[in-house]
C-alpha cells in the first residue's frame, strides 16, 4: 500500500478490484464475554464457531457492505449452516420494523445473504433432512455453497455429505464440490469430457475381460475395505454418547489415519 492509512471503504474497493473474495473464518475464545457463560467445551463448539460469523454477518449486512460493494464476494468459513436461514428471518423481520436504521438496503437483507454471499459446508448439520434441505434451498446452494472438509480435524466432513444428498442434482453436487469454488476464486478448470471418460471406462472393462479380473481384485478390496472403515466410524451427532469420551475420539482418529494410507 502507497498510503500508510485507508479507510475500512478504500480497502473494500480495493479488494472488489481484485475480483477475489473475502472470507471471514469463524473462531471463538473463551474470553469473549458473550461465551464465558458456556461451561461445557461441547457448547463452546457448538455456539463458537457460529457466533462470530453471527455477529460479522449482520454487521456486513445491515451497514450495507452488499449494496456498497456489489461485486465483493464474501465467504463465511467453519460455521456450518444452519445459523443462516435464522439470520436471514430475523434480520428480514427487524429490518421492515425498522428500515431507516438500514439506509444502504435496497433489498431485504435475506436476498442480500442469498445472492452476494458464499458459505462453506464443514460442519454441516445432517440431522434433520428436511431442514438441511430447506437451508440449502434459502442460500441458493447450487451457486453460493463451497465443500469444506476442515481435514484432519474430528469433525471433518467427507465429500459424500454431498454426494449423498437426494434432493441435489448431479449438477449442483460439482458445483459445491468444486465448480462455485473455482468460479468466484476466477479459476478455469478443465471441462470434464464425458465422452472420453465413458470410452476410458470401456477400455478398463476390456482389459478386465482380456486378463482376468483376479488382476482387479487388490484394488476391489481396498475400495471395500475404506468404505468398511468410513461405515465404521460414522459418528451419529444426535448420539452424545459417541462424543463425550476420550477413547472414542482417539480411536476415531487413529481409524481416519488408517483410511488415508488405504
Request: aromatic share 10%; net charge neutral; glycine share 4%.
Amino acid at each position: 500500500l502507497e498510503r500508510e492509512s485507508l479507510d475500512g471503504a478504500e480497502v473494500y474497493r480495493m479488494i472488489e478490484e481484485t475480483g477475489m473474495p473475502l472470507s471471514f473464518h469463524a473462531g471463538y475464545h473463551w474470553d469473549d464475554p458473550s461465551l464465558k457463560t458456556v461451561n461445557r467445551f461441547l457448547g463452546m463448539h457448538a455456539l463458537g464457531f457460529a457466533w462470530p460469523n453471527i455477529v460479522h454477518c449482520t454487521n456486513w449486512v445491515l451497514n450495507g457492505m452488499p449494496a456498497r460493494f456489489p461485486k465483493l464476494k464474501v465467504i463465511w468459513i467453519e460455521s456450518g449452516l444452519a445459523w443462516v436461514p435464522f439470520l436471514m428471518q430475523r434480520l428480514d423481520d427487524q429490518f421492515l420494523m425498522r428500515p431507516s436504521e438500514a439506509p444502504h438496503l435496497k433489498r431485504l437483507p435475506s436476498e442480500y445473504m442469498r445472492d452476494h454471499c458464499w458459505y462453506t459446508t464443514q460442519p454441516m448439520e445432517t440431522t434433520n433432512r428436511k431442514a438441511l434441505e430447506c437451508t440449502l434451498d434459502m442460500i441458493k446452494a447450487d451457486t453460493q455453497l463451497l465443500y469444506a472438509s476442515d481435514w484432519p480435524h474430528f469433525d471433518f466432513d467427507l465429500p459424500s455429505e454431498i454426494t449423498d444428498l437426494p434432493f441435489l442434482s448431479e449438477q449442483s453436487k460439482r458445483n459445491i464440490l468444486g465448480l462455485n469454488a473455482a468460479r468466484i476464486f476466477n479459476l478455469d478448470p478443465p471441462p470434464v469430457k464425458q465422452r472420453e471418460r465413458q470410452q476410458s471406462l470401456e477400455r478398463v472393462a476390456g482389459d478386465a475381460d482380456l486378463v482376468g479380473l483376479e488382476r482387479f481384485r487388490p484394488a476391489v478390496r481396498a475400495v471395500e475395505r475404506r468404505r468398511h472403515v468410513r461405515e465404521r466410524l460414522a459418528v451419529p451427532r444426535n448420539h452424545a454418547a459417541h462424543v463425550e469420551t476420550r477413547d472414542h475420539v482417539e480411536r476415531v482418529a487413529r481409524g481416519r489415519q488408517r483410511v488415508d494410507h488405504f
